[in-house]
C-alpha cells in the first residue's frame, strides 16, 4: 500500500536568523573584557580589538567602532588606549573608562616586566632575535588583516573611500606629518559626512 504524506503534517519551523543586536557592557565585564584583549595582543591589541569588540562581544557595530577609531586616532596618546578610555566612558562614565583602561594596561604591564628582564639576559642569542623577527612579521599580518576589514564597509561610500586613499597617499606615499594631514582631511571628511546626511534626508 503506498504511503502519502499527511497535508496536515507539521512542518520544520525555521532557524530564527541572529538579531545581531549590541551588547551594554558593565564596569566589570568593560575590565574582564579589555583585560583578556591586553593579554591576548601581540604586536599591538589594535588588531584584536575590532574582532573582541565588534564580532565577539558585540558592544559596538563595525560602523561605530570605525567612527570612534577615527577619533581617537585624531586624540594625542595611543590609538587602543584611547579607544578603551572612549568605549568605558560612553557606556558607564568614568568608572567604565577607568575600569577598561585598567583592565588593557594591568596584564601587558606585568608581562613585559618580566619579559624585560628575561630579555636582558638572553638578547644576545640568534634564536632569541630570530623569534622577534617572526613576531614582527605576526603582528604585521595582523594589523594588515584589521585594515582590511575597517576598510571594506567603505566600498558602498565612494566620497569616503576617497578621503582614506588621500590619507594612505599623503601619510605612506608622501611622509607628510599626521597633524597636517588630520587638519586638513578631517574637515573634508566632515563636510562630505554632513552633505550626504543631508542628501538622506531629504530623500525621506
Not at 585624531?74 to 583602561?101: C, D, E, H, K, T
Amino acid at each position: 500500500m503506498k504511503e502519502t504524506l499527511s497535508p496536515t503534517a507539521p512542518a520544520i519551523p525555521p532557524t530564527p536568523p541572529e538579531t545581531g543586536e549590541l551588547h551594554t557592557p558593565g564596569v566589570r565585564e568593560l575590565f574582564l573584557g579589555f583585560l583578556g584583549l591586553g593579554f591576548s595582543s601581540f604586536g599591538g591589541a589594535l588588531p584584536l580589538a575590532r574582532r573582541t569588540i565588534v564580532e565577539q562581544r558585540r558592544w559596538l557595530s563595525s560602523a561605530e567602532f570605525t567612527d570612534l577609531l577615527g577619533l581617537c586616532q585624531f586624540l594625542p596618546g595611543g590609538n587602543v588606549i584611547n579607544l578603551s578610555v572612549a568605549i568605558g566612558m560612553r557606556f558607564q562614565g568614568w568608572r567604565g573608562a577607568l575600569a577598561a583602561l585598567l583592565g588593557l594596561i594591568a596584564g601587558p604591564s606585568l608581562v613585559v616586566v618580566g619579559l624585560g628582564v628575561l630579555y636582558e639576559r638572553t638578547q644576545n642569542d640568534p634564536h632569541v632575535r630570530h623569534l622577534f623577527v617572526g613576531l614582527a612579521a605576526a603582528a604585521a599580518g595582523l594589523l594588515i588583516a584589521m585594515a582590511a576589514k575597517i576598510v571594506l564597509p567603505l566600498r558602498h561610500d565612494p566620497a569616503a573611500a576617497f578621503i582614506a586613499v588621500l590619507g594612505f597617499i599623503a601619510i605612506a606615499l608622501l611622509r607628510t606629518p599626521l597633524l597636517p594631514t588630520m587638519l586638513v582631511l578631517t574637515p573634508v571628511g566632515i563636510a562630505v559626512a554632513a552633505r550626504a546626511a543631508r542628501r538622506a534626508g531629504g530623500g525621506q
